[in-house]
């Protein structure tokens, strides 16, 4: 059971390069984020897909595209990558949006650096 | 001031000790709350959500106090195992993070 599953696990990218990041679920969960976490620092919300062909914004959405290509599958995408997207970024499913009882499912995570 | 707030810690405690962690909210019509567990450079695991009339988990309690818009953990009998970063959730959705306490057991 594999859970929520992203690649790559570590990148590197200079600035101004362009990357997208893969995240798929397969507990057939309704919802799926992407957050990203800065040291020290809690995970903010990037952007988020309340169901199958829908996505909205969250707390930090500049620079960031996604797609939610199916029910499985969340990608988020950096067309011009900046130092300050230099990150941990994880995406997280759960079964509904807005009645989060029994949590969120994460990656394992994006170790992504910018130079 | 921020949405959910902690203590960042760290907490230093030596085995067995009972150790609590408080978490602060702004929004007062916040419905759902939760701790998650995270390891060094690890994901966030779900520990306990946490319901108005309180509830334990073993070691682990959680409570709410709705009128001073604040939720606390607290953990019993620490193991070495408990090291790690305590991150408090407010929300459902789009979910507020804390900054998470860090948590050292030491023997």
């Known amino acids: 059971n594999a859970g929520v599953t992203q690649t790559p696990k570590f990148q590197v990218l200079k600035t101004g390069q362009s990357m997208t990041l893969q995240c798929a679920q397969d507990m057939n969960h309704n919802s799926m984020y992407w957050y990203r976490q800065d040291p020290g620092m809690g995970l903010r919300l990037i952007y988020y897909?309340?169901?199958?062909?829908?996505?909205d914004k969250g707390e930090v959405p500049n620079g960031y595209n996604v797609s939610r290509l199916n029910k499985r599958e969340f990608s988020l995408r950096l067309e011009s990558a900046a130092p300050s997207q230099t990150s941990v970024y994880f995406c997280?499913?759960?079964?509904?949006?807005?009645?989060?009882?029994?949590?969120?499912?994460f990656g394992s995570g994006t170790r992504l650096t910018v130079v | 001031r921020k949405e959910v707030e902690q203590d960042p810690g760290p907490f230093n405690v030596p085995e067995g000790a009972t150790v609590a962690f408080n978490c602060t909210y702004s929004?007062?019509?916040?419905?759902?709350f939760f701790w998650y567990r995270q390891d060094c450079r690890k994901e966030p695991k779900l520990l306990m959500s946490v319901y108005s009339s309180g509830n334990e988990d073993g070691r682990f309690t959680a409570q709410l106090n709705r009128a001073s818009q604040y939720i606390s953990l607290l953990i019993r009998d620490s193991k070495l195992s408990d090291s790690a970063t305590y991150l408090c959730v407010v929300g459902a959705g789009k979910s507020t993070f804390g900054d998470g306490t860090t948590l050292t057991v030491k023997p």
């Open positions: 929004n007062s019509a916040s419905q759902s």
């Open positions: 897909s309340a169901s199958e062909g829908t996505t």
């Open positions: 997280a499913s759960s079964d509904q949006h807005y009645r989060v009882g029994d949590g969120y499912t």
